[in-house]
């Protein structure tokens, strides 16, 4: 059974950074996508970033490129969201979630099938 763990979240003020965490365990799949979504109170689950563990594609949100990085570890089986330059509308809960290798962007929840519980990010001054 796959299981997502996340971790990393807290609190910043704007313009601060943070690094989030997704550790992967009981993947059947040599490979697979990894996407980070976030979810704000009120709000519907917004895709933030993926990558492909095949090939190592990225994807951004219009919201956070140039801000937020996405990388791998394979030795620790995790995937990491750096995220810099926070503003107050980044605040939500996090979540990573596993999907199809073939996977290229996070856009639609229904497509990743395994999440995590989440982590809360707040970007407050």
């Known amino acids: 059974q796959v299981h997502l763990v996340e971790s990393g979240g807290g609190t910043v003020q704007p313009g601060g950074s943070l690094r989030l965490s997704c550790k992967v365990s009981?993947?059947?799949?040599?490979?697979?996508?990894i996407g980070w979504f976030r979810q704000a109170p009120g709000k519907e689950r917004e895709g933030v970033s993926c990558?492909?563990?095949?090939?190592?594609?990225?994807y951004y949100a219009d919201s956070v490129k140039g801000r937020f990085t996405i990388s791998r570890d394979n030795s620790e089986n995790a995937v990491y969201l750096q995220m810099t330059s926070l503003r107050p509308e980044d605040t939500g809960v996090y979540y990573c979630?596993?999907?199809?290798?073939?996977?290229?962007?996070?856009?639609?929840?229904?497509?990743?099938?395994?999440w995590g519980q989440g982590t809360q990010v707040t970007v407050s001054s």
């Open positions: 979630a596993m999907g199809d290798p073939m996977l290229v962007v996070a856009k639609d929840p229904d497509d990743f099938h395994s």
């Open positions: 009981g993947a059947t799949r040599q490979y697979y996508t």
């Open positions: 990558l492909s563990t095949s090939d190592g594609m990225t």
